[in-house]
C-alpha cells in the first residue's frame, strides 16, 4: 500500500507538471482539459486520480520560478496592476479577481479573470454599450462568460446573480478591489496605477 500511495504521488506530480507545461506554452486555459491531456500522453489510466488545480498552479508557478524568474515577475505584476483598473472600471458591481493573476500562476497566454455581481446579466451588458465597450459572449463551462478584448492581457468576465460570488468548484484565490490593491502596495509604493482601463475599441 506505501508502494502504491507513493506511485499516486508521483504520478499525480507528473500530470501536474506536463500540465503546467501545456497552459505556458500552448495557452490551455481550461485546467481540467490540460490534466486530461498530461495523463493521456504520460499514458496514464483514465482511473488515475488527477492532481487538484491548485498543485497544477504551484507546478506552473515552480517552472515559471526556474525558466523565467524575472519575465515571471514582471508579467504578473503587469497583470495585476490591469486588473486593479479593470475593477476599478467595474467597481459597481463587486469585481471579484480569480484565476491566474489571482493565484500568480501566470503565463504569457494568461487573461484576467473576473466575477462580478448583478442583478442579471443584460445589466452589465448595458453598461458595457454605454462606455463603448466590446465584448462577445462565449460559454464556459455550461455558463455564460464575457471575453472583452484588451491590452496587455484580454478580460474574462462572469455574472453571478445573487449567488455572493460562487462561481465554479474550484475557487481557489479569490480577491477583491481592496485586497488587491492592499497587495500591489506591498509589492510597490508605485505600482498602483493612476490611469484607467484601456479595452479594445
Known sequence: M?????NLAQNRARIADLAARFIAEHGIRDYALAKRKAARSLGLPNGQSLPSNEEVDAALIYRQSLFEP???????????????AVMRVFEHFDPI????AATGAVSEHSCIELELSADSS??????LVNRNIEFKIQDKAGRMAYLIYSEPADVMVRINPDEGHQFGG??????????LEKLLSAQSPDSTPSAGYNPQH
Open 122 to 127: 443584460k445589466d452589465f451588458e448595458q453598461f
Open 2 to 6: 506505501p508502494e502504491r500511495n507513493a
Open 70 to 84: 524575472e519575465e515571471q515577475a514582471t508579467l504578473l505584476l503587469s497583470l495585476r496592476q490591469q486588473a486593479l
Open 97 to 100: 479577481l480569480i484565476g491566474a
Open 170 to 179: 474550484n475557487v481557489r484565490i479569490r480577491l477583491d478591489l481592496q485586497q
